[in-house]
């Protein structure tokens, strides 16, 4: 491990009724940093037992949570986020040392996560109700807000720090209580923002934080009735579970789950300039990103120059350890998000892929998860570099003639979290986001995620938004009083 202080996994634990457990009651599980393959840590597992009692301190905790004038619970917030901004660099080599990201991304993930708790900090004081006049004499009709109650938080590894704040910033916000259960790739993430609450004062019971085994922890909450919502941030096949799952007990769900975002490059495109940005977007935490750019269509006319382009600029980046300020592209996640990309790679080329650049380990690299900035041309779109989400260093660019051809390929998918169009028409522009089925379109940018807009997808990528004035919505329950006198 690089040079720097341990990730301190055995001081801090499981995170139950305002306390750290250092023990949990199944164990210990090893934490790994994906740049050298190296083990990190050992980390508390939660028992079943220790779930049941973090549901019993959120019960709790959330009496008394709800209680509290709105004022006061957006107080506790803003001191979370000065917390979080005095740590925003210890935060951010966890981050790094335990997803490999480069720092650099680290540090602003930490950022965006502080941003979430100093928006709610304030949205908590903005969930009005309204008056509707009533048909009865002397009577209305008072539409008020409630929270929803205890919340359980399921978040990936991708991004470990602003996950988990999306989801917990809006439910204190609304006055629920909350269990998260991250990654058990990234505990120290999930650590580090529960130090920041524990810090800040916010009291026993309203936040908790959980890490073990699916049996341990996911199934003890989704089983609970007095679990009454869910959020989970992961792949389309866990919600659609978690889904399943819920109907028992009728729990309340969001869910941000997978995409395979478009990108369309108009004849008209600056195509430096827009290379400049898709490059540093699409090989972003080595191309783990749910909003990542996987499907390029671009005018035949900037075909092969953007594909060189392209390629020119990711056989530039620099690979190597986060913590190195050079470098340009980490590691992926683990073993098998390799092994999964070298597939696609692998049908890529059998079925007539052109490879500009990458498509294999670098050579260079005998440790870690590495793998090299890929770029293909020529690809049906049926192969699965189009076709699927590939969650990695793959960029697939493939020509389009028309501007209705682009939007009913870029629609053809059952998914529809991001989407991008990058040109110099305003007419162009407006259509784009009007005709392009996704939650989300950038025009000439990728700057999607902020704490003060609506995050999240449409058709299998999702329900529910986080983050804006629409994200504390999903924690609160409408109610009608019917007022004579």
Same mark, same amino acid.
């Given at each position: 491990?690089p ?17 750290w ?8 599980d090893p934490?790994?940093d ?8 050992v ?14 301190a959120a ?5 008394h ?5 709105a ?12 917390v979080?901004?005095a740590?925003?660099?210890?935060a951010?080599?966890t981050i ?5 990201k480069?720092?650099a991304q680290?540090?602003?993930?930490w950022?965006l ?8 900090a304030e949205?908590?004081r903005?969930?009005y ?34 996950l988990?704040a999306?989801?917990?910033a ?15 790739e990234t ?30 922890t996911?199934?003890?909450?989704m ?7 869910v959020s989970l941030?992961?792949s389309?096949?866990v ?6 799952d819920?109907?028992a007990?009728?729990k ?9 975002a ?7 495109a600056?195509?430096?300039?827009t290379?400049?940005l898709?490059?540093g977007?699409k090989?972003?935490?080595?191309g783990?990103?749910c909003v ?24 530039a ?5 986060g913590?190195?300020p050079?470098?340009q ?20 080329r059998?079925r007539?892929?052109r ?14 998860f ?6 293909i ?6 192969? *699965?570099a ?14 389009f003639s028309?501007?209705?051809e682009?939007y009913? *390929?870029?629609n ?7 989407a991008?169009?990058f ?9 784009a986001?009007?005709?392009i ?7 000439n ?5 902020a704490a003060?807009?609506?995050?999240g ?10 983050g ?18």
């Open positions: 491990m040079d720097g202080e341990a990730i301190p996994y055995s001081a801090r634990g499981l995170y139950i009724d305002g306390a457990r250092k023990d949990g009651g199944a164990g210990q934490a790994y994906p740049a050298t393959g190296e083990t990190l840590g980390v508390p597992s939660a028992s079943a037992d220790d779930t049941r009692e973090a549901i019993a019960v709790k905790g959330f009496q949570w709800r209680a509290l004038p004022w006061t619970r957006g107080d506790a917030l803003h001191k979370v986020a000065d979080m901004a740590r925003a660099d210890e951010a080599a790094t040392r335990e997803s490999g480069p720092v680290a540090k602003r993930e950022s996560s502080t941003d979430q708790f100093r928006w709610y949205e908590a903005r969930v109700g309204r008056i509707v006049e009533s048909r009865a004499p002397g009577g209305r009709i008072e539409v008020t807000h409630q929270p929803v109650g205890v919340v359980a938080a399921f978040t990936a590894w991708n991004f470990p720090a602003v988990i999306r989801k917990v809006p439910a204190l916000a609304a006055g629920c209580s909350v269990i998260v259960r991250p990654s058990r505990p120290g993430s999930a650590m580090a923002i529960f130090d920041c609450l524990s810090e800040a004062g916010v009291p026993a019971g309203v936040a908790n934080l959980l890490i073990g085994s699916i049996d341990n996911y199934r003890v909450l089983e609970s009735p007095v679990v009454r919502k941030t992961g389309t096949a919600g659609q579970q978690m889904i399943r819920a109907a007990t009728m309340r769900v969001s869910m941000e789950l997978g995409g395979n478009p990108m369309i490059v108009f004849d008209d600056d195509v430096e300039k290379l400049d898709a490059v977007s090989f972003a935490n080595a783990q990103v990542a750019p996987d499907r390029f269509y671009v005018h035949e006319s900037l075909y092969e120059s953007f594909g060189e382009g392209f390629a020119k600029r990711a056989k980046l620099k690979l190597g350890h913590l190195d050079a470098t592209m980490g590691p992926l996640i683990n073993a098998r998000r390799r092994e999964a990309i070298e597939a696609v790679v692998e049908e890529a059998a007539g892929g490879v500009l650049a990458g498509g294999s380990r670098p050579a260079d690299k005998n440790a870690g590495f793998f090299e900035p890929t770029v041309l020529d690809l049906p779109d049926d192969a *699965r189009l076709a699927e989400e590939n969650f990695g260093p793959i960029a697939a660019i493939t020509p028309s501007d209705d682009a009913r *390929r870029a053809a998918s059952p998914y529809g979290l991001a991008y169009a040109t110099r028409s305003a007419a162009r522009a407006r259509e986001v009007a005709r089925e996704a939650g989300m379109v950038g025009i940018s990728f700057a999607l995620a003060e807009a609506p995050f997808g449409i058709k299998y990528s999702g329900m529910g938004r986080e804006g004035s629409e994200g504390i919505a999903d924690y609160c329950n409408v109610k009608l009083g019917q007022l004579t006198v």
